[in-house]
């Protein structure tokens, strides 16, 4: 990955998650790990782009768990003391979904935790973006998806509780191939979609699929962490 | 949720399908707060391209929530009355329990905790 940042430059901090226990919630939410920090890295690497070309107006977090990733992309990335441009980050409004209920209190707990309006975020307990009104294609902003990517046996995949974090299925890619297709109608014309894949995904592969949609994806970020061999794809209108 | 997540949502039921029955939900058995929130212009004008503001009006008229002119103003900033009243209406008016009805094939979705549950059997995709 090319940064023009030096290598020393500060991360942007990392939301609070101090009122989230292992006892108690992440036995029903999955806890942010190596995967979703990358993801949070992504993000911060992808700063000047977000404040200065897309502009955010509408996000949407599918998956949306513990509520780092959101939290983080409201609180860290778009809200800058500086903004390059008129660019208003407090007129944006935010969309998480998850398909398990205590994820989407989760979400909405770290959100508050760190200091974010309620009124900015709407939360849904659903499948990817299932009961949303249809004049809503195309108008996503930011789509960000941090799937349940590991391989698993089929039937591990459809749940609504915690395996729904991880299960994925045949090459892990089960709730990722139902989702792609979904991408393009969801992307506003200078949208962006970050998803978390692993190595065993094909990324490349994933990759070819979205430009048969019409959309240009490239791996933005890569990382080895414990077997995994994460990494981050993005995609937007050519 | 506020009622902005309200209008947001539709039925999805497979075979639900006339746009004019299943949007918007009919609400049901709510509680209802007001969560005094500053006032954002600029969120405010962004919301006022993305809502419905139909099913917007026809839903705070059956929660008694008066003040809302049956079409958006010309020139909304212009308008202190309409935008306070909008931020009131769609971003203060919060719905913690209750049923969201479907009124085209009467699907009940469930709010829990602030938070709607459109998630559907199998068989209803």
Request: a negative charge.
């Amino acid at each position: 990955m090319q940064s023009t940042s030096s290598p020393t430059a500060p991360h942007l901090p990392t939301p609070n998650l101090s009122h989230l226990s292992s006892g108690q919630d992440y036995a029903n939410v999955y806890e942010p790990a190596e995967d979703s920090f990358l993801l949070l890295d992504a993000l911060e690497a992808d700063q000047s782009l977000l404040l200065e070309t897309v502009r955010p107006q509408l996000c949407l977090e599918v998956g949306s768990g513990s509520g780092v990733v959101s939290t983080f992309l409201a609180g860290q990335v778009l809200r800058t003391d500086s903004p390059p441009t008129d660019y208003n980050s407090t007129a944006t409004l935010y969309v998480a979904t998850d398909i398990n209920p205590d994820a989407a209190r989760a979400t909405r707990k770290t959100w508050l935790q760190n200091g974010l309006p309620d009124h900015s975020l709407q939360l849904v307990n659903t499948r990817f973006t299932e009961g949303f009104h249809p004049r809503f294609c195309g108008t996503f902003d930011v789509v960000v998806f941090n799937p349940p990517y590991v391989v698993t046996d089929p039937a591990e995949v459809g749940s609504h509780s915690i395996a729904a974090a991880w299960a994925g299925g045949i090459d892990g890619r089960e709730v990722i191939d139902q989702f792609l297709p979904m991408i393009p109608t969801l992307l506003s014309p200078r949208g962006v979609c970050y998803l978390v894949l692993i190595a065993q995904n094909r990324p490349d592969e994933v990759v070819s699929i979205m430009e048969t949609h019409g959309l240009r994806g490239e791996i933005v970020a890569r990382r080895k962490a414990g077997i995994e061999y994460l990494s981050i794809a993005r995609f937007s209108w050519p | 949720m506020r009622l902005l997540t309200h209008n947001m949502l539709q039925c999805h039921v497979k075979k639900c399908t006339d746009p004019a029955l299943n949007f918007p939900l009919q609400l049901q058995d709510i509680e209802l707060e007001q969560v005094e929130t500053e006032e954002n212009e600029d969120l405010l004008l962004n919301l006022i391209n993305k809502v419905d503001y139909n099913a917007l009006t026809t839903t705070a008229a059956q929660l008694g929530l008066v003040g809302l002119p049956n079409a958006i103003p010309k020139d909304p900033q212009a308008d202190p009355a309409f935008m306070t009243r909008l931020h009131e209406v769609l971003l203060e008016t919060n719905i913690t329990q209750g049923k969201m009805a479907c009124r085209g094939c009467g699907h009940v979705y469930t709010i829990k905790d602030g938070i709607p549950n459109m998630l559907l059997a199998e068989h209803e995709i």
